[in-house]
Every structure is written in C-alpha cells, then in structure tokens.
C-alpha cells in the first residue's frame, strides 16, 4: 500500500501540474525576507531552545486538531508568547491549510514564518517568495540531493533559508551532502506516523555544530525540551501541543522560557 507521504506527493504533483498551467499570481508588496535562521540561533545564544510554533488546523496523523481554526490570532499569540519563529502548513487537502493563511500570518507578525509543505518543483519557491515565506521545508525523504541543493540555492536567491527535514542517517547524509545550512529531525515518521525523540538525539551527534539542528513533532512537555537543551539542539518545532492548548494555554510561555 501507498504510505501517506507517497499519497500527499502525489497529490502534490498535480496541484503542481495546475499551477504551471495556470501561473502565479501578480506579486505583491511586500517587506524584505527576516532571517529564519539568524532568529533561531540568536535566540539560542540567548539561553533558550529556540521554538517555532505551528498553525495547523489538522493532519493525517491525527485528524482535525483545531476546528475554529484562526491562524492570524494563534500566531500573534506565538509571538506574544515568546516563540522565535511561526510555521504556517499551506498544504490544503491532508492539512487544511493554505497560502492565503501564510499571507495573512506574515502581515500579522513580525518573527520569520516558515511554509510548510510538500515542495517538489522550482515553481512551489517561487511560490512561497512571492507569498512572502521568510524560509520553507525541503522533505529530504522526496528530494534528491541534487534537488536539495538547488531549490535551497533558488530560495536563497529569493532570500529566504530553508529548513531541510531528514528521518534517519540516509537522509542526513543526503541533506549534509546537499549543504544545508539547517536541518530538522522529523521525531514522526511520515510512512507510519510512530513518533520517537530520540532520532533527534541519535542525529545531533552525526551534524556538525556549525549547522543548526531542529527537532520536529511530538514535543509536548518542558521536560523535553530541556533534555534537547541538554543535547545542544537549536530549536524545537512544536504545531499540536501548542493548537490544543489553544490561546489562552501557558504551554508555550513555559517552553520559550525553558
Ligand atoms: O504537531 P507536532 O507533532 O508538534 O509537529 C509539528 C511539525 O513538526 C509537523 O507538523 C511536521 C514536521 N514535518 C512535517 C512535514 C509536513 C507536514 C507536517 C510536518
């Protein structure tokens, strides 16, 4: 059987198919690109883990997760709450999400805001400047080395960083080949949704520390984040355990504060 990331790439491509046919939109105005990685690390060498903090309305991991779903409000109370960053999932059908959501977050914030999405074609970069993304995701499990290096290469040209996301030593070994500049350990697999720590630690240990490391998925406690403090671990990109502990939650002030 197909996994579920092989599903959401299929999909991708056809979206994608849709888009060349039908080209971008006219630009807009906007401000200029705002470090995402300069955030992450000058918040680290302020003594805390650095979190981005996810707006997402719902996965195929864990089905829906906010139903009166308002990113702009959930991201100003990121950044109100301390977060260093803002991820905005744009895909839409597995994660009902959108560009339009990354649009609004960006006016609405002043942290960098990361896209996060399935990105497989020069045009989806090309996409994401002109929605005004500060950094997007690179899946190394979809991309080529050579393609991590190029698309990262075409969204620097843009300004922005990109965040390349690997699962296990294989894909470490391609991301670092590709000369990325930051890398994330997806914690959750993407073919059968388990979820394990761990991988982030296990890898830390294989990045050189000139490279910044995020740790992504199931991070829910202070403890946690504390034990990725321990390890050197840049930054932590945290989207349920934020969404479920709504605006009004003191989970992320207590992990910004951690
Ligand atoms: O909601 P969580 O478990 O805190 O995870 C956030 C983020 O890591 C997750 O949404 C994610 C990581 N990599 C992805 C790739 C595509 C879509 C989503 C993701």
Request: charged share 25%; aromatic share 4%; proline share 4%.
């Amino acid at each position: 059987m197909a996994s579920i990331l092989d599903r959401i790439v299929a999909r991708k491509r056809e979206e994608v198919a849709a888009l060349k046919r039908r080209g971008l939109p006219p630009e807009r105005e906007k401000d200029g690109p705002r470090g995402f990685i300069r955030a992450l690390v000058a918040r680290r060498a302020g003594g805390q883990v650095a979190i981005i903090a996810e707006a997402k309305k719902a996965s195929p991991s864990r089905g829906l997760i906010a139903p009166d779903f308002d990113p702009v409000a959930m991201a100003r109370h990121y950044q109100a709450a301390g977060a260093a960053a803002v991820s905005v999932l744009t895909e839409r059908h597995f994660f009902q999400g959108g560009l339009d959501d990354l649009v609004q977050v960006r006016a609405a914030v002043q942290v960098p805001v990361l896209r996060k999405d399935f990105i497989i074609d020069a045009l989806q970069i090309e996409e994401a400047a002109a929605a005004g993304a500060d950094a997007v995701l690179l899946i190394a499990a979809i991309l080529s080395p050579g393609q991590l290096r190029a698309f990262r290469e075409q969204a620097a040209a843009y300004g922005m960083d990109a965040l390349v996301e690997v699962h296990d030593e294989a894909e470490l070994e391609s991301a670092l080949t590709s000369g990325a500049q930051l890398v994330g350990v997806n914690n959750r697999n993407l073919h059968d949704f388990t979820v394990d720590l761990a991988r982030s630690f296990r890898l830390k240990a294989l990045v050189p520390d000139s490279v910044p490391l995020v740790s992504e998925s199931g991070i829910t406690s202070v403890h946690e984040l504390l034990r990725l403090k321990e390890a050197g671990i840049t930054a932590a990109l945290i989207g349920e355990s934020l969404m479920r502990s709504g605006k009004s939650g003191p989970l992320l002030a207590e992990l910004a504060g951690a």
